[in-house]
């Protein structure tokens, strides 16, 4: 799809509210991701009314793509419900008790780790147990402004200390698609509880303090109906049982995927065949554990929803792609 206006209006597919545009134009490229998101009719009357039944949801985000090398940025996030741990947990449970321990943290980066990378395929058996969606958006470097917004101490919902441009830019990224996301798949009234990686978005508790302001103001600003309680937190909350460190994981491994493929892949900025992005490349450079995930992203067996949606830039304007299968 295009770049352009368009509104795709909210419906009713066999009774089921389908993923809720945001329908306004004027927020410019995230109108268009989530148009895009909406008409590919990838997210599926089963993943909402399991989102939609809980009273909370719960989301963990991690991100990648932010050395100068990669072309892409990309920010994944986890959505369940609390109803949806209890089997995960004893999964990863099992899997902590065997040989990996409750020291090592499974993350993309760390898998070169001969425990981590023995210990992965149960890690997202694990994973797999969850309910929900597991969304990631690769966005081109080229268009990262049109998702971010400038440093300002006078902000509308009260003034902020100094931020680093480079951070308060990819608070506001954040901020911008995780609403999207949000507003595609939530129910008027619920609550949602949001844990984020430690990282440059709330580095200590002061800008935490910021973050959750700026982040609440967002999605309230991009939600077209009531949302209950707004919670934000980091890993560092996590009790010692690792339950939070673990479902952090899943898009830390994701993201970690995805920007290894494109770095591979790097399709022409022209093109905009969305399957370069997710064909393994068998003898290619493709590490095992990136095989292995991207495998694992492409699973058309479990309740985990996972879909990825890619924003292009090009000579033409921009592009936005969503892909994904059942899973």
């Known amino acids: ?162 931020w680093a441009g480079c951070s308060f830019h990819k608070l506001t990224r954040v901020a911008n698609l995780a609403a999207i996301l949000i507003e595609g798949i939530r129910q008027d009234g619920q609550n949602l509880v949001w844990i984020t990686d430690e990282d440059e978005i709330a580095p200590n508790e002061s800008k935490h303090v910021e973050a959750t302001r700026l982040l609440g103001h967002v999605l309230s600003h991009y939600c077209s109906g009531p949302m209950g309680h707004f919670r934000f937190g980091t890993t560092a909350s996590d009790d010692g049982s690792l339950l939070i460190e673990d479902l952090t994981s899943a898009p830390d491994i994701a993201a970690g995927c995805i920007g290894e493929v494109l770095s591979l892949l790097a399709p022409h900025p022209g093109s905009g065949l969305v399957e370069r992005l997710f064909v393994p490349s068998a003898g290619g450079g493709m590490s095992a554990k990136g095989s292995e995930i991207l495998a694992w992203l492409s699973n058309s067996s479990t309740s985990l929803l996972k879909l990825r949606a890619r924003s292009e830039s090009s000579q033409c304007g921009s592009g936005v792609s969503c892909c994904g299968c059942r899973v």
Not at 125 to 150: P, Q, Y
């Open 1 to 162: 799809m295009e770049d352009g206006g368009g509104l795709v209006a909210s419906r009713r597919e066999g009774g089921v509210r389908a993923w809720r545009t945001l329908s306004r134009p004027e927020f410019g490229l995230a109108d268009v991701i989530s148009n895009q998101i909406s008409s590919s009719g990838l997210v599926q009357e089963s993943c909402l009314n399991s989102l939609r039944s809980a009273s909370t949801l719960l989301m963990f985000s991690d991100y990648g793509g932010a050395h100068k090398g990669a072309r892409y940025e990309v920010l994944s996030f986890l959505v369940s419900t609390v109803e949806s741990l209890g089997r995960f947990d004893v999964e990863r449970r099992g899997v902590r008790e065997g040989s990996l321990g409750f020291e090592r943290r499974m993350s993309y980066k760390a898998l070169n780790d001969r425990v981590r990378a023995h210990a992965l395929s149960a890690y997202l058996n694990a994973a797999d147990c969850l309910e929900g969606l597991l969304m990631s958006f690769a966005i081109d470097k080229g268009v990262l402004d049109r998702l971010s917004e400038d440093y300002t101490p006078y902000a509308a919902f009260g003034e902020l200390s100094s």
